[in-house]
């Protein structure tokens, strides 16, 4: 990761140094701020601690961007996370003729 003139790497995090399920780290510098998100392995995977970290930064720059602005309107997800998540909740199409039951001794 860059960090101004720097690379740096993150290595392992030891689950018993760090006794929290989710931790925020934000680094600030000359050069910018990082933020980073860590979630225990066994409750969030790579996947799930993505979504949390976009959440907060969206809301980050959403207050950022508008100091005035209430919890109430912000969005927490963007648009293609939400029809992302409504094309989920609607599943698949299947047509009426996959699912026809025949009786043969009806």
């Not at 790497?9 to 018993?16: A, M, Q």
């Not at 992302?84 to 043969?104: E, V």
Request: charged share 20%; aromatic share 12%; hydrophobic share 40%.
């Amino acid at each position: 990761m860059k960090f101004g003139d720097l690379d740096f790497v993150l290595g392992r995090v030891d689950p018993g140094e760090v006794p929290y399920d989710i931790t925020l780290d934000v680094i600030e510098g000359n050069a910018g701020s990082v933020v980073a998100l860590h979630g225990q392995e066994y409750l969030y995977g790579p996947k799930e601690t993505r979504l949390l970290l976009d959440i907060y930064v969206r809301l980050l720059e959403s207050f950022a961007n508008n100091s005035g602005a209430n919890t109430e309107d912000v969005q927490f997800f963007s648009r293609p996370q939400l029809e992302s998540a409504l094309q989920a909740g609607r599943g698949q199409y299947k047509s009426a003729a996959l699912w026809t039951l025949q009786c043969w001794q009806c």
